[in-house]
Every structure is written in C-alpha cells, then in structure tokens.
C-alpha cells in the first residue's frame, strides 16, 4: 500500500508541475475570453428575444431555455441592478 500511496503523491507533484508551467499562466486570458464569448450569446438571444433580427436566429432560438438561469448574473455584471419588466429576471 505505501508504494501505491507513493505513486499516488508523485503523479499529483507531476500534475502540479504541469499545471504551475503549462495552464497557470493563461487561465486568467481563458476565463476571459470564455466570459466574453458567454456574453456575446447573451446578447444574441435577448437582443433576438427583444425583436432585434438576428443573423443566427435558427440557432439560438433553442438556447433561450438554457440561458434564462444566466441573465441575472450577466446583467449585474453588465452594471445594472434590475433588469426588465417584474417577474422577468428579477
């Protein structure tokens, strides 16, 4: 058991190491880009909500669904307390 408990300690200092040298330094740029491409969709699906034609209408027509539970998060982080009507968001 203690080699198995050994080999178990050397693998997570090798994924450690890989993690510290390869993924650290462009998590952040990662994040980011993930968020501002989440937020692009957003603004797709509530200007497409909203009446806006938009040019990829057939396909997020069934994302509206899925991203009801993100706008609240997403319009805090847009700035702005409220957002819509009573009983929309919040």
Avoid: I
């Amino acid at each position: 058991m203690t080699l198995w408990r050994g080999l178990v300690s050397a693998w997570k200092r090798v994924e450690a190491g890989h993690d510290a040298v390869f993924v650290a330094r462009w998590r952040q740029g990662v994040r980011r880009e993930a968020r501002r491409q989440q937020d692009t969709l957003r603004a797709l699906v509530l200007l497409e909500s909203l009446g806006v034609d938009n040019p990829v209408a057939y396909e997020t027509l069934d994302l509206v669904p899925y991203l009801v539970a993100d706008v609240h998060e997403w319009h805090q982080r847009m700035g702005r307390e409220t957002f819509g009507d009573a009983g929309v968001c919040c």
